[in-house]
């Protein structure tokens, strides 16, 4: 797992985006993860500069989202399909019709997962998967006790989820108790996983997930099996972690032909 402790969380946005940037340089039909919520919105923002520059296209690009609330109506302002939509979508040349989101209206939402999975499988598997981490160590929608092995599937928020994602609703009771999640094992099929993450409110996370035990009980945790993970986050979120020098040593040393 590489570590890169960033000043402030403006610095994660233009950094995250130039990791995207060389993937679609590389391959510009790359297979992109999206994550809702605040934390990857400055890598949105970064990304749609880059795009509005000429410097980036998404048009031979596909994306999967991670995760999606159960319950919501289909273009409902915060289903997750609508938010990445709303921040990034709809301002670059991703086709709307490249954007694959599990069928969360299906009357059968088991086989809706399992399409979801079959959907990930005919795009070739995930290249770059983006995600944030719930204060409680969540990643996607998996949260504590969600198996390491865990596939796409409908689960139940827990409480101090829903009390946090509270905020994007008018009020607390609107947000849905289940939501359908790619699983922990979905996640560490992608070829690459970024997690960012900003704010003090994510401390303790931070430091479960790089520098505890891996354990079902911090999800996040699961990413130390990952192959080629990178963690960009701030200082307010490093501050829980012992070995923040060695992760800034490494990064300023990182030879200039190892990519993260
Ligand atoms: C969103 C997602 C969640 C969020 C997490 C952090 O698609 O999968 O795991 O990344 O809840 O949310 P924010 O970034 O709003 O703090």
């Known amino acids: 797992?590489?570590?890169?402790?960033?000043?402030?969380?403006?610095?994660?946005?233009?950094?995250?985006?130039?990791?995207?940037?060389?993937?679609?340089?590389?391959?510009?039909?790359?297979?992109?993860?999206?994550?809702?919520?605040?934390?990857?919105?400055?890598?949105?923002?970064?990304l749609i500069e880059a795009h509005r520059r000429g410097e980036v296209s998404f048009a031979e690009a596909s994306a999967v989202t991670l995760d999606e609330y159960v319950g919501l109506p289909p273009g409902h302002p915060q289903s997750y399909r609508q938010v990445i939509i709303d921040d990034f979508v709809s301002h670059v040349d991703l086709p709307v019709s490249s954007l694959h989101t599990p069928d969360v209206h299906a009357a059968d939402l088991s086989a809706a997962c399992v399409e979801f999975e079959?959907?990930?499988?005919?795009?070739?598997?995930?290249?770059?998967?983006?995600?944030?981490?719930?204060?409680?160590?969540?990643?996607?929608?998996?949260?504590?006790?969600?198996?390491?092995?865990?596939?796409?599937?409908?689960?139940?928020?827990?409480?101090?989820?829903?009390?946090?994602?509270?905020?994007?609703?008018?009020?607390?009771?609107?947000?849905?108790?289940?939501?359908?999640?790619?699983?922990?094992?979905?996640?560490?099929?992608?070829?690459?996983?970024?997690?960012?993450?900003?704010?003090?409110h994510k401390r303790q996370a931070v430091a479960a997930m790089v520098e505890g035990p891996v354990t079902a009980f911090v999800p996040a945790?699961?990413?130390?099996?990952?192959?080629?993970?990178?963690?960009?986050?701030?200082?307010?979120?490093?501050?829980?972690?012992?070995l923040t020098e060695c992760y800034r040593f490494a990064h300023e040393h990182r030879p200039r032909w190892c990519q993260y």
């Open 1 to 46: 797992m590489d570590v890169v402790i960033v000043e402030s969380p403006a610095d994660i946005g233009p950094l995250v985006a130039s990791m995207v940037i060389g993937l679609l340089e590389r391959r510009p039909g790359s297979v992109l993860g999206l994550a809702a919520g605040d934390s990857p919105v400055p890598v949105y923002e970064s």
């Open 118 to 200: 079959a959907q990930i499988g005919r795009l070739g598997g995930v290249d770059l998967q983006l995600l944030g981490i719930g204060a409680n160590g969540h990643i996607g929608f998996n949260e504590p006790s969600s198996s390491l092995a865990s596939r796409t599937r409908i689960t139940t928020l827990h409480p101090r989820t829903r009390g946090d994602n509270a905020r994007f609703f008018t009020s607390a009771a609107e947000v849905p108790y289940h939501v359908v999640t790619q699983g922990v094992g979905t996640v560490l099929d992608a070829r690459h996983a970024v997690l960012v993450a900003s704010g003090e």
């Open 221 to 242: 945790s699961a990413l130390q099996l990952h192959p080629h993970a990178t963690v960009v986050i701030d200082e307010a979120s490093a501050a829980g972690l012992q």
